[in-house]
């Protein structure tokens, strides 16, 4: 069974940084791209970023040069390192494959800037 748990979000102020995790189980780790992605109230969801095997990134506009996500594949696990956080920021963060599978959303972790 396939499971993404991602953890890290929390209150910052503009200008800091959050660093999230997201474990994923299972072989499929290894064959996929993982991918972050972000629903802010009343707005839909959106990829931020992802990362192939290879550890080829790509980032939506708004987050180049502020965020950086990278994998570990000894742990199963993605990170989304951001900095420089704005308030326009502030969203619940999901991580799943990349074309997303609509069974895999987790419960994501809400990462809140204030100004």
């Known amino acids: 069974q396939v499971q993404l748990v991602e953890s890290g979000g929390g209150l910052v102020q503009a200008g800091g940084s959050l660093r999230l995790s997201c474990v994923v189980s299972?072989?499929?780790?290894?064959?996929?791209?993982v991918g972050w992605y972000r629903q802010a109230p009343g707005q839909q969801r959106e990829l931020v970023a992802f990362?192939?095997?290879?550890?080829?990134?790509n980032y939506t506009d708004s987050v180049k040069g502020r965020f950086t996500i990278s994998r570990d594949s000894a742990k199963n696990t993605v990170y989304l390192q951001m900095n420089s956080l704005k308030p326009e920021d502030t969203a619940v963060y999901y991580c799943?494959?990349?074309?997303?599978?609509?069974?895999?959303w987790g419960q994501g972790t809400q990462v809140t800037v204030s100004s």
């Open positions: 799943n494959l990349h074309p997303p599978v609509w069974n895999y």
């Open positions: 299972g072989i499929i780790f290894r064959v996929s791209r």
């Open positions: 990362v192939t095997t290879s550890g080829t990134t």
